[in-house]
């Protein structure tokens, strides 16, 4: 059979004689009307994994807290900058009933318990203190929950975008992400300034009786700055954190036109919003997002509705729409240094 008569012959499809010459016309143009592949460009990011080991400390930390408060052990915390939790035993507690207490909690639940599946080791490093240190199993589970954690919030904030990413992961401590370059809604630099902001958002208490000229700031305390240079001396703990922000949105303040980030914490943060407000009324509170103070006003009276909203300082309406993205969609569990740029 010749060519022609090929496509000239038939197909039967449930019972009907169907043209091949419309089955080929049709696959035809549904190939020229999806035309060539959209461009892309692909971003190479690396997370400082060196992070993991604290932020497993710092995770494991609550459930420390409990074993100790339950058995009147002492005290527990994650010392600046380590990588481990410290046990200080009280006086009088048995050093061995709380070293036994502790071992319980470092060993999983389930038939796979384990030295190699433990949790921490414990060591008694003296002074009526136990190091409890985050082990391998332990510290490679936290670091492949790092990854998950870094691409859902960088999916989420590019998606905001109305573009659709993709995700690979490479080593150790590399995420390939490829962008399409729609060009009604690719924007190079609002793409990558989403990809590499922390997201950290906090709301400090302001001490205002300290001044920030003053030699020697009081324990617990720390200078940070707005946009503008002014500074404030704020506690060096969040008295809230924006982990429990449920949504936040760009608006208008109809008072006075400026364009706002509105935001509403979920039930737990609502909570937490509401006791703070409610025991400083008339204190200074620090808005502050990756160090930098964005707004610092004065609590009038408790706010009980788990609602709030940022104002000031916002040059373009992009800013508040981007503000809005990286505090709804939370923030990176690790800092990310993008490491490459390229087209495709």
Not at 19 to 33: H, K, R
Not at 190 to 211: N, Q
């Amino acid at each position: 059979m010749d060519i022609l008569s090929r496509i000239a012959s038939t197909l039967m499809i449930a019972g009907h004689l169907i043209p091949t010459m419309v089955v080929l016309s049709t696959t035809i143009a549904n190939a020229q009307s999806q035309g060539p592949p959209q461009p892309r460009t692909q971003f190479t990011v690396k997370l400082n994994t060196d992070t993991v080991p604290r932020l497993v400390s710092l995770a494991l930390l609550g459930d420390v807290h409990r074993v100790v408060r339950e058995g009147r052990i002492g005290s527990a915390s994650v010392p600046p900058s380590s990588a481990s939790v410290e046990v200080r035993i009280g006086e009088g507690v048995d050093r061995q009933q709380a070293f036994a207490r502790l071992r319980e909690l470092a060993r999983p639940p389930g038939p796979m318990s384990g030295v190699e599946t433990e949790r921490f080791t414990i060591t008694d490093v003296g002074g009526a203190v136990l190091q409890l240190k985050p082990t391998q199993a332990a510290i490679a589970e936290g670091t492949a929950r790092t990854f998950d954690q870094t691409i859902d919030v960088l999916g989420r904030r590019i998606d905001s975008l109305g573009l659709k990413p993709t995700f690979t992961r490479e080593g150790s401590n590399l995420i390939v992400i490829q962008v399409p370059r729609d060009p009604d809604r690719y924007d190079p630099f609002r793409v990558k300034a989403l990809i590499v902001t922390p997201g950290k958002l906090e709301f400090r208490l302001v001490d205002t009786s300290v001044t920030v000229e003053q030699a020697k700031l009081p324990p617990g305390r720390e200078i940070l700055q707005d946009k503008k240079g002014t500074s404030y001396v704020v506690d060096k703990d969040a008295a809230v954190s924006g982990e429990n922000l449920a949504d936040a949105q760009p608006g208008v303040d109809p008072r006075n036109g400026e364009p706002v980030v509105t935001f509403r914490f979920n039930a737990k943060g609502s909570q937490q919003f509401a006791r703070v407000t409610e025991r400083m009324v008339g204190s200074t509170f620090a808005v502050v997002l990756d160090g930098v103070v964005l707004v610092a006003p004065v609590i009038r009276e408790p706010i009980l509705s788990g609602t709030g909203q940022i104002s000031g300082g916002f040059a373009l309406i992009s800013d508040v729409v981007d503000l809005a993205v990286l505090l709804r969609s939370g923030a990176l569990p690790v800092p990310v240094t993008l490491t490459e740029e390229r087209m495709l």
